[in-house]
C-alpha cells in the first residue's frame, strides 16, 4: 500500500508497519510503533494519516511527527478508508461504509 501526504511525504506500508516517508531527504517515521497488528488499509491526506489494521482498531496519525491523535476501534478490520472533501474518515468494514469524525482535530 502506497498513500500521498503532502507536498513531500508518502505513506508505505508492509505488513504490521506504516512509514511516512519524505522523499526530499529520504528520512522515515514509523506511524503508530506500538501496534503489531497487520495493516489492512489506509488513507493518506495533507492533515492525518489513518491506518486500519486487522485487530479492528483504526489509528489517525499526525504524520509530520508519526503521533496518534485519536484511535478507533471497530467490531470488525476496515478493509478501505478515505478522507472525504470535508475532512471526515470513511470507512468500509464488511458491506457498510461508515463516516467517522472525532472530538479532537484531525
Do not use: E
Not at 505513506?11 to 522515515?28: E, N, S
Amino acid at each position: 500500500m502506497i498513500g500521498w501526504a503532502g507536498a513531500d511525504l508518502i505513506v508505505t506500508v508492509l505488513h504490521d508497519t506504516a512509514r511516512v516517508r519524505d522523499v526530499t531527504t529520504g528520512f522515515a517515521t514509523v506511524l503508530d510503533p506500538g501496534n503489531t497488528a497487520v495493516v489492512t488499509a489506509i488513507a493518506a491526506a495533507d492533515h492525518a494519516v489513518a491506518v486500519a489494521r486487522a485487530d479492528g482498531s483504526v489509528s489517525i496519525v499526525d504524520p509530520a511527527v508519526g503521533k496518534v491523535r485519536d484511535t478507533a476501534k471497530l467490531p470488525y478490520p476496515a478493509t478501505a478508508l478515505c478522507w472525504s472533501p470535508g475532512g471526515q474518515l470513511v470507512v468500509a468494514c464488511r458491506r457498510d461504509l461508515s463516516l467517522m469524525s472525532s472530538t479532537s482535530q484531525w
